[in-house]
């Protein structure tokens, strides 16, 4: 007797064999569908150290261009340097995380300026506000550009000033902000008066909320707060990770040990609060391309007052204010993609 396989079986199969096409083509030939600029303070807290080398694993973005923007380094862990050098040493980072994660990617590394603004109409001079703005005016593409803020907003805010037609051809993802903004009321205890990130160039931040129409996703403290892992995962999910996962957990430790003198103790948890500037970009849906997973609020922009905090601005631009943050794809994926290159890795060495 003739048998004949069912139609549904055969789209099943054709399915699964057109996905794990796909996805050998996504990853051995990475054809990405959108640019990324990320501006960080890679001299401070890790997380966007964790931040950049997760980017650096996502075959659907291109990265332009890595900015190290200004960081206090009476704050950092690197030792006692200049206050003038952050963006210099946070510089030398990123460029031994782009070696250990992507050696063989010719990623543009570009610093920002060493000192924040010194008011809101003098941009900051630096290489990598005048590349955002040469990436920004680009005629030759149409893939969409978006600007990974993980610091403070000078670089950025530097460009808008030198060139205030970039409002129109890029989103801002930031993570910085506090708590006054619609739902978002929960405030942590002992909080700072002004949010972290804010408060490293307040002058700045001014500029992009108070002058500029910007298109803004922003990640304010309590949604970055989501993004608590547990020290125990780092231990069995980062380090065990061959040279990169060696790489990110010497990085965070370096800070992690310096938080105990004044978290009163040994802490069990760290808050990877930069990787949302991943989730939003890399992690977007396949289908109709955007956070599809994690939730926000459309809210007119607030003016920012003098003394770094928040004022209801009806006629603001509007704007994204995510409340809510997928934090189970985003650390999923991340511990994937170690697991990933680890293994790729190993494969190499065998050769």
């Not at 050098?85 to 990623?107: F, H, Q």
């Not at 006629?315 to 997928?326: E, F, K």
């Amino acid at each position: 007797m003739k048998r004949t396989i069912p139609f549904y079986i055969l789209v099943l199969l054709f399915s699964i064999v057109d996905n794990q096409l796909l996805s050998a083509q996504s990853y051995d030939n990475p054809s990405p569908r959108i640019r990324v600029i990320i501006d960080n303070d890679f001299a401070g807290d890790p997380d966007g150290v964790v931040a950049l080398a997760h980017h650096l694993m996502s075959p659907s973005v291109d990265i332009r261009a890595v900015i190290s923007s200004y960081f206090p380094m009476k704050a950092s862990p690197y030792g006692n340097k200049s206050e003038k050098e952050g963006a210099k040493i946070g510089k030398a980072i990123a460029k031994e995380t782009i070696s250990v994660i992507a050696p063989d990617k010719n990623i543009l590394l570009l610093q920002g300026s060493n000192t924040p603004m010194e008011n809101v109409n003098t941009p900051s001079e630096s290489e990598g506000a005048d590349f955002i703005i040469k990436e920004a005016m680009r005629t030759d593409t149409k893939q969409r550009l978006y600007v990974c803020c993980g610091g403070s907003l000078n670089t950025i805010a530097s460009a808008y000033l030198k060139n205030p037609e970039i409002a129109e051809k890029l989103t801002l993802i930031w993570i910085g902000g506090e708590e006054n903004l619609g739902e978002m009321q929960i405030m942590p205890p002992r909080k700072s008066k002004v949010e972290y990130n804010l408060a490293l160039d307040k002058c700045a931040a001014q500029v992009i909320f108070n002058k500029s129409r910007l298109n803004l996703w922003m990640i304010p403290r309590p949604a970055y707060r989501q993004c608590i892992y547990a020290y125990s995962e780092i231990l069995s999910k980062i380090k065990p990770m061959g040279v990169i996962g060696k790489f990110l957990f010497e990085k965070i430790n370096t800070w992690y040990d310096n938080t105990h003198s004044w978290c009163g103790g040994t802490a069990e948890t760290y808050i990877l609060g930069d990787s949302p500037l991943v989730l939003l970009t890399a992690l977007q849906s396949i289908y109709e391309a955007d956070p599809s997973s994690s939730q926000y609020v459309l809210r007119p922009c607030p003016t920012i007052n003098n003394d770094g905090n928040f004022t209801d601005n009806p006629s603001g631009n509007i704007i994204r204010i995510y409340t809510h943050l997928d934090t189970r794809l985003m650390f999923s994926d991340m511990e994937a993609k170690l697991y990933l290159h680890n293994s790729e890795q190993k494969k190499r060495l065998k050769k």
